[in-house]
């Protein structure tokens, strides 16, 4: 089953140097390919669409900080059960309870800092890639 989600390096991940660590991850999984990337700061009002659902949380605000912080990269993944699949490179939200072998797992210990987001359904999947790439087809 093809399809396709949106990934963002978080601003982490961008000063670690992990950029390349991490898409190489993901663009060396059989049968997925890269359909689009771009390195970006991202504006407050981007944030606040595409973390919309976490409005009005304790942890709302300081996320936006840190995700305005510094650039993040941005791309469109497309392949075999890329939305499951590139949550399960990733690991749970909190980088101590991701197994190693996962990114957070690998690289994390701060919950806000955890690396890298995927869309996590075939909806959020086609409503952020609106956000990020709306000319993508
Ligand atoms: P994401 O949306 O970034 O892919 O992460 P997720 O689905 O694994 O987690 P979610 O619950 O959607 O949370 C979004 C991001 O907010 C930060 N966060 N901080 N308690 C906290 O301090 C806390 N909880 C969540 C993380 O950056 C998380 O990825
Ligand atoms: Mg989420």
Do not use: C
């Not at 991850?25 to 997925?32: L, S």
């Not at 840190?66 to 980088?95: C, H, N, Q, Y």
């Not at 994390?108 to 996590?120: C, K, Q």
């Amino acid at each position: 089953m093809s399809q396709r989600t949106l990934v963002l390096l978080k601003p982490d991940a961008v000063r670690r140097g992990l950029v390349g660590e991490i898409l190489g991850r993901i663009e060396t999984k059989a049968n997925w390919q890269i359909v689009a990337l771009e390195l970006r700061t991202l504006e407050r009002e981007v944030l606040e669409q595409h973390y919309g659902e976490h409005m009005g949380k304790p942890f709302y605000e300081p996320l936006m900080e840190f995700m305005a912080s510094g650039p993040v990269v941005a791309l469109v993944v497309k392949g075999e059960r890329v939305i499951e699949g590139v949550r399960a490179l990733a690991g749970p939200t909190d980088p101590i309870a991701a197994a190693p072998g996962s990114i957070r797992g690998d690289f994390g210990t701060i919950v806000r800092e955890n690396l890298i987001h995927a869309s996590d359904s075939e909806e959020s999947a086609e409503r952020e890639m609106k956000i990020f790439f709306p000319g993508l087809a």
